[in-house]
C-alpha cells in the first residue's frame, strides 16, 4: 500500500487508542486491534514453540522473508499505540500475556531511527516493569507532583 495510506491507518489505530474507555473492546475478540498493530513491527525472528503458540495467531510462524514497516514515523505511531494500551492494568496484562515483548525487543534491536528506538525502549520498560502499587495500576490517572 502506499505510504499515505498507511499513514493514514497507522494514526487511526493510534488514535482509537487513546480512548482508554474503548482498550477492553479494542483487544476483544470484537475488533481484536493488537496483531494490527504488531504485524508491521514484526520481522522474520523464528521463536521457540512456546514463545511462538501465545502470540496472536496471525503472528505465530512468519515467513523468513517477512519485512517490517519501513518508515519510522509509522513504526513510532504504532509503538505508541502500543504504549497507551500499556496505560492500564489490564491492557498490560493482555499485551504481556500475547508476548508482544518479544516483538518489541526483535525490533529494537534492528531499530536504526534514534527517536523509534527510544518509543520502543519506552514500551519494553512498561512491559516488564512490576506491576504499580494499587491505586497506580491507571498510568493515565496518576496525579504527577507539581
Request: aromatic share 4%.
Amino acid at each position: 500500500g502506499s505510504l499515505i495510506r498507511r499513514s493514514g491507518v497507522a494514526s487511526l489505530l493510534r488514535n482509537l487508542c487513546f480512548e482508554v474507555a474503548s482498550h477492553e473492546w479494542l483487544l476483544g475478540e470484537e475488533v481484536d486491534l493488537l496483531p494490527a498493530l504488531l504485524l508491521p513491527l514484526a520481522g522474520p525472528e523464528q521463536f521457540d514453540d512456546d514463545e511462538e503458540e501465545k502470540l496472536p495467531m496471525e503472528l505465530q510462524f512468519l515467513p523468513d522473508d517477512k519485512q517490517r514497516e519501513e518508515d519510522p514515523v509509522i513504526r513510532k505511531m504504532l509503538i505508541e499505540a502500543l504504549i497507551k494500551l500499556c496505560s492500564t492494568k489490564p491492557g498490560r496484562l493482555y499485551l504481556r500475556e500475547k508476548q508482544v515483548y518479544l516483538i518489541a525487543r526483535e525490533l529494537h534491536k534492528c531499530e536504526k531511527d534514534p527517536d523509534v528506538s527510544a518509543t520502543c525502549e519506552n514500551l519494553i520498560q512498561m512491559l516488564i516493569a512490576d506491576e504499580p502499587e494499587p491505586g497506580m495500576e491507571n498510568l493515565h490517572e496518576v496525579q504527577l507532583p507539581e
